[in-house]
Structure formats: structure tokens, C-alpha cells
């Protein structure tokens, strides 16, 4: 791919980006009972913390439908960057993975997979921000989705809603501390793919807590 | 896919029989298709008399405890661990359920499709004998600690004693008829139906000189193998009857009985004394027998109906409507009384959540609730010929209101409207691609505004006009002010006398249907897209009928007949000359609401596309006549209406 090429895509929106975003425009209604909404639960591996820096490594997500996680409709790509590279020559079988996907097959699919269904993450915001820097030389600006944070979820049925996260004991909200007060095996821990099923078990537990107090649709799921 | 978390859920089960009987790939192709759900202490999962759900269940963590409720009083039955499996009657076929199952402490389940489990069964032995041996010894959870085939044989082979059986409730729960009608060998057919006439009974008993059982003729044998072939009515039974029979003592408990009828697809069981056939019939039990045993008749779903606040129970009573559905499909039940009960089921659910709707709004608008409306459905389910749950139309019709009331009434509307299709969803219904329902702003309006949209259809009749004519045209009111829609009605045929014009542009849409037939008389099949090589039923067969029906009632000025088929009833009354046709032309259209319905139940989808290569000789040639009235209504709408306009 050429200079010119690259330029080029950046401003260009793909044919698929812009079917992802009408399929955006049609809105959730706000009266959907919880147990008929459908997720995306998804998890992000990068090369460090610096979401404008650093690249992703790897990516997994599993569709959750009518209260249901969906193992068929999981996924789970590996990519290739510079810097995994040099380690994969390292550490060759324990990180890296047969078939790195390219982006522009990933983006397709991610977008596909997302229709206009509600994004689920730990810590969301970073995994997004990542995906968008990744997704940005397609011409996507912005995810249209309505997000979810399991972080900001666990929270406020634990806490309330105006509760500062910052005053309380720290990592009491990290999917590690989650899983244990929720009893969830933390099995496949630091992989995509096994964090983002590990989420989507805890969000089935979360949003039968929510149900409980009240939270019973959509709207104030979102709240 | 994501291996790691196929993986995952491979690993565990493989820890457990029958999946480590299972070799890796297709223990992975397992693992694949498996659903995760939470259910929380106390949460149920699912009922007794429930259909089977399509899947089966292993416990990944927590326990839940399968019992039976007799005298209000629970009895547990089982306490499943990790690893047990349970819910396995659905691979028997959509059985109901004999127990209810509910978590007893938060439990994490997976859930294991039917249908990827049905061919493992097939090609490996040692785990479909494995679960033959649970079958057969009445175990309602699969353990763990069964972990070799050597004992799921040795299980297997005292499956006679039936020891499990205790599970199934006692025989007080069912009825069945005490007296039986018999006949000697050497009746002839006729004699047989007269008596089963005169008696008015399903059945009848061929017996020997000590009134011991040979063989059974039921109506539908009479149907399906004698008039169909045309038999001559002396006939001997003998040459009919379905032989050998099944029988068991009246004194066998209940899961005996069942399991039996399950497992040999028969659809009567005869009591003798000593449950042989070598000696006398005692009495004679039907499979309708034992699902009204179950509560599955259609007073007690409409009793329960009635009874309920709770979305989630709804959907569940209409889940076993459905089951009640496909016996009356399987036993050729009138089609009449089976559109009746299925619409009636919908209207009740409709009328439900509509009342539930009203309530949750009630307080947010106080002076708009006050507003008389009227919900009406629209195309099939306006027509009580939705059967099955696909897709939803229906609309709501409010009074004319101040223009200062306008907005906030609308609002209340639909959010009325989306409440409603939301609860209509959740009992399972699909929603209308082209958004013809209640929460969508154009369909919930004032009846001034609704007359002036049929106003404008009938006016200027432009093909989408003429589309929208096709579903609005069929509604049916539902649940409120019944005068509202009474006084739209009465508008469109105001409208209709002095725009006669309008009906010829409708009788030339009911001519645009393709043919179903081409030039050798073969079915036209769909050239391209998923349905690839299959027929639509839909849109070549029943649509036509549908269109011409409606056609042709508006032309009389008929009101309240909806029903496609009734309304061939009214034309047959009303068009003597061609009356046969009328009747034909209506017969046609429940043999095409039946098959479609099967179809549909059989592949849970909308039963639209029909392979003609799975249709037998006798459906195929069935359908085949269904057009023929088709074709000769076309021609009578040709020269009535189309030759009329163009002579204009």
C-alpha cells in the first residue's frame, strides 16, 4: 500500500462504515426489558497503557442475547505490530498466534458484529479509544453504540450512584476483585478473549442484581 | 469464533460423562454451540407440562433441584451438582417437561442445543447409551458418577423394573375412557364409522371373541387410508386397522404410560386386565388425554392467561399454546376452531399487556389516559389467521382530541404502542419489518387522521397505496372502544360507494400475485437467495386467496367477516352461482394455513417457504389442487372488474 494510498483511506468513509453507521440510527426503545436486549461484551490486549500510542494486540468479544452468552458468537483476533514481533520471535509459542488478522478484515467484522447493540467492557473507554485510533483510517470517527461500563455497573448496584470510586479502597473494582466477590474462576485471565467472557459472566450476574432493585429496562439501565 | 473460550467450556465438560465419551473435534463442535445463563437462587428454569425448550442443560456451578408439586406440597426429586446433566427429555423430541427445576443457590448453566446433540447421539453408541439407560430407568439427571458405559449396560438392562419411576406423578392424574367401542373382524369400514358416528367417538377397537384387542381404526386412518384411496365401503377393519396395539394394564403408573407413548409415537395406548393383548380391553387412553393431563388444554392456558400479571408467564403460556397448536395440526383438527383458539390466546395477550401498559403509564399522564382509543391488529392476525408468531401488525386509533391536547395524547399513545409490541415480543412474536405497528408514530393517530389516510388510499390508488390497503384494510379491533373502529369502517365504505374506481385498482393488485404453477405443472420455486428452491406459499398461494377475498367482500360491503376462509363462507351465501367455487376456493385456504403452520412449527420459522421435495405424494398433489380455484377466481375478477375498467 502506497503513501498516497493511506492517505487517501483516511478520508475516505468505507462502504462498510457507513453501513455500520445506519444501522446506528435505529435506536434501542427505552421500554426493552433487560432480558431482551443483546450485548457485545469486549476486551482489548495493547501494547501498554497509552491508549493514543499504543497498539492493539489482540481482541476478544462475546454476544450476549435473551440473557444468554452465545459461544458461537464470540470472537477472538490477534494482530500483528512491531512490537509484538520482536517478542514473538522471544517468546514465540506462548504469545503469538498462527494467523494474525489484518485490520481491514477485523474492522469489517468488528463493525458487523456490533450492529447498534450495546458495548459491554471493564473500563470501557479504554478499550474503545483504542479500537477507534485502530478503525480511524476507515473513516469511523466514532463508536454510535450505546456503552456500558461493567466497572461503573458494579458501582452503582454496590454503591449508588454518586459514589466517588477514587475514596474507596483501591482495585475494589477491578475485574480481579469482581470476579472474586462474584464468584467467577478466573480462568484465562490476560487473554482477550478469556477477560471478555470473564465480563460477560459478570455482567449476567450484574443485571440480575439490577432487575432486583428495579432496573428493569433499558432506559434505566442506561441511566 | 474465539478458541480460548470454546476451549474453555470444553475443558469442563469433558470432565463429565457423556462428554468424555466425546472424542476432541466433536466435543469442540459442542463446546461451539453452547449458551451461558445465570439464574439466581429461587429463579426458575423450567416448569412441569412446559414444552421442551430446544436445548439441555449441564451445571457448570451452583446446584438446582428438580422436584414435582402434589397436593401443593413439594416433593424434590433430584438435587443436581456440577457436572450433572439434566433436562434431557428434549432430546426425546419437543416433550413436555415432568418436573419443575429451580436454582437452588445461584447457578451457572450451560445450555447444549438439541439439535447439534441429536447426530452425536447417532454416530456414537456409547453416549446414546448412556442416555438411553437414563431414559429407560426413568433417571431424570444424568450423573456423574456413571462415569462407564459398563454400568449405563448394566442400567440398561433392568430397565424393565423401572425402580426410577417413582418421579412421575401417580395415576390419579389422567383419565381416560372406560368404555370402548369394539367391533368383530369381520365388520366392514362402514359399519365401523357408523358406530364410531353414532357414538361420537376418535376410535375404534377391532377385538377377537374374548374382546381381546387386535387392532385399532382411528378417523384418521379412515381419512388418510380409506377415503383418500377410495376403498369400497365393505371393506373388511382388518384390511385398515393399525396392528399390533399397545397395551397396558390400567393400573401402570403414569411415567410407564407416558414414556411408552413417547417413545412409540402412537397416539392411543389400550388397557387390558392384565396389560397383554391376550386379554380383555379394559379401556383406551388417547395422547389428547394425557396432555390435557397436563394442563394443556386451551380453558386452562386461557384460565391461566386470565390469571397472570407476569410477562414472563405469558410467554411461557403462549410457548405451550404452541404445543396445543401443532397436536391440533397433527390430528387435523378443524381449522376453524384452531384459528379461533390460537387468535383468542393472542387477543388475550394483547388485551394483558395493553391493561399492564395503561397501568405503568397511568401516572405520568393523567389527563391523556382519559383518551378513548381502540388497538387494533392488522393483516393476519386483524384476519384471526396468525397462528404462528410472526410478524406483528397492529395500530392504535385514539378520539379526536383538541389540537392542544394533540401532542401530549400522541405521546401517551406511543409509548402505550412501544410498551405493548415490547411485551409482545417478549411472549415471542416478531416484529413487522416495515415497522406497521402500534409504537410507530404514523400508526397511532386520531381517527380523523386515520380517515383521512384511507381517504387518501382509496383516492389515489398508487401501488403503495394499494399494499397498504392489502394490511389495513384487514383490521380487527382488539382491545377499547370498539366504536372507533366501527366508525373507520363505516368511512371506508362511504368512501368506497362513490369511488367504485378504487375496487378495480384492487382487483388488478389481486391479479399481480405470480402463478405458483408453471407451464408443465410444476411448482415455481424461488431462483436465488436463502430460500433457494423453495416454494412461497405466502405470496403464491395464500396471498391471492387473501387478496381476492377481501376484494370481493368489500364489493358486497360485508363488515365483521375477517377470516379469509369465513369470508369465502359469506361470498358462497351471497354468489350462489358461484358457490362450490367460494366453498373450494375457502377449503383451499386452511389446507394452505395447515401446511404452512406445520412447516412453520417444524423448522420454527415463519413456514413462508415450503421444500415441495419434503411434501409427500398426497401433500404435494393436495397443494397442487389448492390453486385451482385460484386460477378460476382470476378469471371471474378479470372479466367483472379489469374488462369493466378498460371498457370505461
New interface residues.
Given amino acids: 500500500m502506497g503513501l498516497l494510498d493511506f492517505l487517501f483511506r483516511k478520508k475516505i468513509k468505507a462502504d462498510f462504515v457507513s453501513s455500520y453507521e445506519e444501522k446506528c440510527k435505529q435506536s434501542i426503545?427505552?421500554?426493552?426489558?433487560i432480558?431482551?436486549l443483546t450485548f457485545i461484551v469486549l476486551d482489548t490486549e495493547t501494547t501498554g497503557l497509552n491508549p493514543e500510542k499504543d497498539k492493539i494486540v489482540s481482541f476478544?468479544?462475546?454476544k450476549i442475547h435473551h440473557?444468554?452468552?452465545?459461544?458461537?458468537?464470540?470472537?477472538?483476533f490477534y494482530f500483528e505490530t512491531s512490537e509484538n514481533k520482536n517478542e514473538a520471535l522471544k517468546v514465540h509459542e506462548v504469545l503469538y498466534p498462527k494467523d494474525p488478522v489484518r485490520m481491514e478484515a477485523f474492522a469489517k467484522d468488528l463493525l458487523s458484529f456490533l450492529e447498534h447493540h450495546i458495548i459491554v467492557g471493564h473500563h470501557i473507554g479504554f478499550d474503545l479509544k483504542v479500537l477507534e485510533n485502530s478503525l480511524s483510517s476507515f473513516g469511523l470517527k466514532k463508536f454510535l453504540n450505546p456503552v456500558l461500563d461493567t466497572q461503573y455497573l458494579a458501582v452503582r448496584l454496590e454503591k449508588g450512584y454518586h459514589y466517588d470510586i477514587s475514596t474507596g479502597k483501591p482495585g475494589e473494582y477491578s475485574l480481579d476483585s469482581l470476579c472474586e466477590r462474584y464468584?467467577i474462576p478466573l480462568?484465562?485471565r490476560h487473554?482477550a478473549?478469556?477477560d471478555?467472557?470473564l465480563t460477560?459472566?459478570l455482567l449476567?450476574?450484574l443485571l440480575?442484581k439490577a432487575e432486583?432493585i428495579g432496573i428493569g429496562d433499558f432506559k434505566s439501565l442506561m441511566r | 469464533?474465539?478458541?480460548?473460550?470454546?476451549n474453555?467450556?470444553k475443558e469442563f465438560l469433558k470432565q463429565f460423562p457423556p462428554f468424555s465419551f466425546i472424542d476432541e473435534k466433536s466435543l469442540e463442535a459442542v463446546?461451539?454451540?453452547?449458551?451461558?445463563?445465570?439464574y439466581?437462587k429461587d429463579e426458575v428454569l423450567f416448569t412441569k407440562g412446559e414444552e421442551a425448550q430446544d436445548c439441555f442443560f449441564v451445571l457448570k456451578?451452583g446446584s438446582v433441584k428438580l422436584f414435582d408439586v402434589k397436593n401443593e406440597q413439594e416433593n424434590i426429586i433430584e438435587i443436581c451438582d456440577e457436572g450433572d446433566v439434566f433436562g434431557v427429555l428434549a432430546l426425546l423430541g419437543k416433550r413436555p417437561y415432568i418436573l419443575n427445576a429451580k436454582a437452588q443457590e445461584?447457578s451457572?448453566v450451560y445450555?447444549i442445543p438439541v439439535l447439534t446433540f441429536e447426530q452425536l447421539l447417532q454416530q456414537n453408541s456409547r453416549v446414546s447409551l448412556y442416555f438411553a439407560a437414563g431414559f429407560a430407568s426413568g433417571q431424570v439427571v444424568v450423573r456423574n458418577d456413571l462415569s462407564d458405559s459398563q454400568k449405563a449396560r448394566s442400567i440398561f438392562s433392568q430397565a424393565s423394573e423401572d425402580k426410577g419411576l417413582l418421579i412421575f406423578t401417580g395415576n390419579s392424574d389422567f383419565n381416560y375412557s372406560k368404555e370402548v367401542l369394539t367391533c368383530s373382524l369381520d365388520s366392514t369400514i362402514q359399519q365401523a364409522a357408523r358406530m364410531m358416528g353414532e357414538k361420537g367417538v376418535g376410535s375404534i377397537i377391532i377385538v377377537n371373541e374374548q374382546n381381546h384387542p387386535l387392532g385399532i381404526i382411528t378417523d384418521k386412518d379412515i381419512r388418510n387410508r380409506f377415503v383418500v384411496k377410495a376403498l369400497p365401503f365393505h371393506t373388511p377393519v382388518s384390511h385398515l386397522m393399525s396392528t399390533p396395539v399397545l397395551t397396558k394394564s390400567q393400573s401402570s403408573d403414569f411415567s410407564d404410560l407416558y414414556l411408552t407413548m413417547v417413545k412409540s409415537r402412537l397416539h392411543h395406548l389400550i388397557f387390558t386386565e392384565d396389560g397383554s393383548p391376550d386379554s380383555p380391553v379394559t379401556g383406551i387412553l388417547s395422547d389428547h388425554d394425557l396432555l390435557l393431563s397436563q394442563g394443556n388444554s386451551p380453558a386452562v392456558l386461557i384460565k391461566a392467561l386470565m390469571n397472570t400479571d407476569e410477562?414472563k408467564e405469558m410467554a411461557k403460556i403462549r410457548n405451550r399454546a404452541e404445543q396445543l397448536l401443532r397436536y391440533y395440526l397433527e390430528n387435523e383438527v378443524s381449522m376453524d376452531f384452531v384459528a379461533n383458539i390460537i387468535s383468542e390466546i393472542n387477543d388475550i395477550i394483547i388485551q394483558k399487556a395493553l391493561k399492564l401498559a395503561e397501568l405503568k403509564l397511568q401516572a405520568e399522564f393523567p389527563e391523556a389516559k382519559k383518551v378513548k382509543y381502540c388497538f387494533v391488529s392488522l393483516g393476519s392476525e386483524g384476519r384471526e389467521e396468525q397462528l404462528l408468531r410472526t410478524d406483528l401488525d397492529n395500530a392504535i386509533i385514539f378520539e379526536n382530541v383538541p389540537e392542544t391536547a394533540l401532542e401530549e395524547t400522541q405521546k401517551y399513545f406511543l409509548?402505550l404502542g412501544?410498551?405493548v409490541?415490547?411485551i409482545l415480543?417478549?411472549c415471542g412474536f416478531q416484529p413487522c419489518p416495515a415497522k406497521m405497528m402500534a409504537?410507530n408514530p404514523k400508526w397511532c393517530q386520531p381517527l380523523a387522521e386515520w380517515k383521512q389516510y384511507f381517504s387518501e388510499w382509496i383516492l389515489t390508488p398508487t401501488q403503495d397505496s394499494l399494499l397498504k390497503a392489502t394490511i389495513f384494510f384487514d383490521f380487527r379491533a382488539i382491545y377499547g372502544q370498539k366504536q372507533l373502529a366501527n366508525a373507520l369502517t363505516e368511512h371506508i365504505y362511504q368512501e368506497i360507494s362513490t369511488k367504485n374506481i378504487f375496487l378495480n385498482f384492487l382487483a388488478k393488485n389481486a391479479l399481480l400475485n405470480p402463478p405458483p404453477l408453471g407451464f408443465f405443472r410444476n411448482f415455481i420455486l424461488e431462483k436465488s437467495g436463502e430460500q433457494r428452491d423453495k416454494f412461497d406459499i405466502k405470496l403464491r398461494a395464500m396471498m391471492p386467496l387473501a387478496d381476492i377475498a377481501r376484494l370481493l367482500v368489500l364489493s358486497h360491503k360485508i363488515v365483521g367477516v375477517n377470516n379469509t376462509f369465513k369470508r369465502f363462507e359469506k361470498l358462497a351465501e351471497l354468489e350462489p352461482n358461484y358457490g362450490e367455487l367460494m366453498l373450494e376456493a375457502g377449503k383451499a385456504y386452511e389446507i394452505l394455513m395447515r401446511m404452512r403452520a406445520i412447516e412453520g412449527i417444524k423448522n420454527q420459522s415463519s413456514g413462508r417457504y415450503i421444500s415441495p421435495e419434503d411434501l409427500g405424494k398426497l401433500q404435494r398433489q393436495l397443494l397442487k389442487n389448492t390453486f385451482y380455484p385460484i386460477d378460476e377466481l382470476q378469471k371471474i375478477i378479470k372479466v367483472r372488474y379489469q374488462l369493466d375498467y378498460f371498457g370505461n
Fill in positions: 426503545p427505552s421500554q426493552r426489558p432480558d431482551q476478544g468479544a462475546v440473557g444468554k452468552i452465545l459461544v458461537k458468537n464470540s470472537r477472538e464468584k480462568n484465562d487473554t478473549a478469556g471478555s467472557f460477560a459472566q449476567l450476574k440480575k432486583k | 469464533m474465539s478458541n480460548v473460550i470454546v474453555r467450556v463446546a461451539r454451540e453452547v449458551e451461558v445463563k445465570y439466581e456451578e445461584d451457572l445450555a410477562v409509548e412501544e410498551l409490541v415490547e415480543l417478549s409504537n
